[in-house]
């Protein structure tokens, strides 16, 4: 299934039923007085994220989603029909923003979280509700509310816990196979990656990351060259970036340091919230360096570079030093989920302190006879 990230779609709330104009007509009851009743309310549209969805493939040829119409009020005191409401699924992930202004509505990150994107409209009033002690027979009613309307643009943000950025060829494809369930393509040209590729590392039995493997960047990937700035938005949910170096260009006039900073670069123009995320660098395709030069290169490589991060040397291709670097993202992952965990929990104890801190003698809190 192709990898959707991007749609623009356009939600109708259903419109009001009418209310009804009407009188009572049974034998018996000469002045029987105004029973219409009221129109039902039209069908809202619903955003709710789905984990089991992980692509708006869905909303790509389905462009127009219309809520039906409430039906309108009758004779006899009964109520038109509601509409029922239209629950749109979409992944987890998705950024929801009104296409004509720009304002993001809603941001789906959480499983079975609700959002209303076009809310239907309200029924009419039949003649019932005009009933008074001096308009005894009234004829009014009201036409219901049209639901609203509105186009809007559908992002995903991939979630996964560790992003994988790099030049074209850099090896991320290779390295996300080598440690997960994910099978890209791999070839020995550029851009073989077309889209966002995720997979689970199973560290072991009950321990487990999903890395996401984004598209190679170029300089000038922010104005929009190459395809990289297209999923730059993806590396924004990622807690962790493996920022993947070739230290084993196949042409020589390449520099890998001069590549890695105009990569930096391009993430500075972009956003600079990825700059600040927490950055590791990984040095791949150290087998097609000579055993020799290695450590010359790595500490040439980090001394031009300017990095002051965690710095790991790999071969994605013959499994050199991967399962070291796997061990170390999980590592990394369970103290920052603890540290999150402290930080709830101290928050949380504050604020019973707080409430515990109030004075019953305060006059403010005394309970006025």
Not at 81 to 101: E, F, N, Q, Y
Not at 205 to 215: G, Q, T
Request: charge should be negative; glycine fraction near 12%; hydrophobic fraction near 35%.
């Amino acid at each position: 299934m192709k990898f959707i990230d991007e749609a623009k779609i356009e939600v109708i709330g259903g419109d009001g039923g009418n209310g009804c104009a009407s009188f009572c007509r049974e034998k018996f009851r000469p002045f029987g007085g105004p029973d219409g009743g009221d129109g039902g309310k039209g069908g809202s549209i619903w955003a709710v994220a789905d984990r089991n969805i992980n692509t708006l493939v869905d909303f790509r040829f389905s462009k127009v989603h219309r809520g039906k119409d409430g039906e309108s009020g009758r004779g006899a005191d009964c109520y038109g029909k509601g509409a029922d409401d239209i629950h749109l699924r979409m992944p987890v992930g998705t950024l929801i923003i009104d296409d004509l202004s720009g304002e993001i509505l809603a941001d789906l990150t959480e499983h079975g979280q609700m959002e209303l994107l076009a809310k239907g409209g309200e029924g009419g009033w039949g003649n019932i509700h005009f009933k008074t002690s001096t308009n005894r027979a009234p004829r009014q009613k009201t036409e219901g509310k049209e639901g609203e309307r509105r186009d809007i643009r559908l992002e995903l943000k991939v979630l996964a816990d560790v992003g994988l950025l790099g030049m074209p060829n850099a090896g991320k494809s290779t390295f996300i196979s080598a440690v997960s369930n994910a099978r890209p393509k791999i070839a020995d040209y550029p851009f073989t990656t077309l889209h966002p590729n995720l997979g689970v590392v199973r560290v072991s039995h009950e321990k487990s990351f999903v890395i996401a493997d984004i598209p190679g960047l170029i300089e000038g990937a922010s104005e929009g060259a190459g395809l990289g700035h297209q999923f730059l938005r993806h590396l924004q949910r990622t807690g962790l970036l493996l920022h993947i170096v070739d230290l084993a260009p196949f042409e020589t006039d390449v520099d890998p340091v001069k590549e890695a900073k105009a990569l930096v670069n391009e993430l500075k123009k972009y956003d600079e919230a990825l700059v600040d995320k927490p950055r590791w660098l990984v040095l791949n395709k150290l087998d097609m360096v000579p055993e020799a030069e290695r450590v010359k290169r790595v500490k040439d490589f980090i001394k031009k570079f300017g990095f002051k991060g965690p710095v790991f040397e790999i071969s994605a291709l013959s499994h050199d030093g991967t399962q070291e670097l796997v061990n170390a993202i999980q590592k990394h992952l369970e103290e920052k989920r603890h540290t999150e965990q402290r930080s709830e929990e101290t928050q949380m104890t504050e604020e019973a302190r707080g409430i515990s801190s109030i004075d019953p003698d305060d006059p403010r809190f005394k309970i006025l006879d």
